[in-house]
């Protein structure tokens, strides 16, 4: 099981250097540039009286701006998921389904070792690799607000990046059962990336349609809680996602069981059997 594990987490290792300095770089931007915008707030928020509807809903409340814990949020944590969440969607859709479509699961499968312990190491790969970019991504941040007017420590972000890590957890979980259900691993990739498209739009137009909200609870983002988690993280949030994952695996589990390996190639929309 452990030679499984460390062969899937190298397997991750470049995915775990891009992705983990480029949400630290960004991060970095983003704390050194709250200076600069905080001082422009109210010319800011005179632009913005006179733009359409959609623009102010992607800018977020601009009253937020001067705000360091809504600083952080609008303009990182928020907008970070749709980037990262095509980490999240393509590598929890291919943890067995990549194998399978290029022929080396089944070959795989002929070792000594349980499809349950298999199913479990190579989640687990993915969990600690998810881990070790938001790990990345912290400690450039954290380098950076020393040299900044936010009066945040390194500590205080820590929860935001919890948050995060729940959240593109809950993601690969979810493409992953889908990967069993759907004919590739690009179709399951697809439809999980749509669920995060279509759940980060409703939440941003839910500030300015409230009417939205009955639907975007039915969305994992509303169970986000990103830079506002620096205050704490919300105990009922955090729960749901949890279960929510927790769920997504145990479906995917059941479904591994008893799925039958292909050979090699894509499959089809046949539920159950040979695909």
């Known amino acids: 099981m452990s030679a499984t594990f460390f062969y899937m987490l190298r397997r991750y290792r470049l995915s775990v250097v891009f992705w983990g300095l480029s949400l630290a770089v960004i991060g970095t931007f983003v704390v050194l540039m709250y200076g600069s915008v905080a001082d422009k707030q109210k010319s800011i928020e005179r632009i913005m009286k006179g733009m359409p509807l959609i623009v102010k809903a992607l800018a977020g409340d601009v009253s937020q701006f001067v705000t360091p814990v809504g600083w952080l949020h609008l303009k990182y944590f928020f907008v970070v998921p749709v980037s990262f969440g095509v980490f999240a969607v393509v590598t929890g859709a291919g943890v067995f389904v990549h194998d399978e479509e290029q022929g080396r699961l089944d070959l795989l499968m002929a070792y000594p070792l349980s499809r349950t312990r298999l199913f479990l190491a ?58 069993f259900i759907l004919p590739s691993r690009n179709i399951a990739a697809g439809a999980a990336g749509i669920i995060l498209i279509v759940s980060f739009f409703l939440e941003v137009f839910v500030h300015v349609k409230p009417k939205l909200m009955m639907v975007a609870r039915l969305f994992p983002l509303r169970y986000y809680q990103g830079g506002m988690a620096t205050h704490g993280l919300n105990v009922l949030d955090l729960l749901v996602l949890l279960v929510a994952t927790s769920l997504a695996l145990g479906v995917a589990w059941k479904l591994f069981l008893s799925r039958q390996i292909r050979v090699m190639g894509e499959g089809s929309f046949r539920f159950g059997g040979h695909q």
């Open 122 to 179: 190579r989640c687990a790969s993915l969990a600690v690799a998810t881990c070790l970019i938001v790990l990345v991504a912290w400690i450039g941040m954290s380098a950076a607000l020393p040299y900044t007017e936010l009066g945040v420590s390194a500590a205080g972000i820590v929860l935001p990046f919890v948050s995060l890590f729940l959240l593109m957890s809950f993601f690969q979980a979810l493409a992953l059962c889908f990967s």
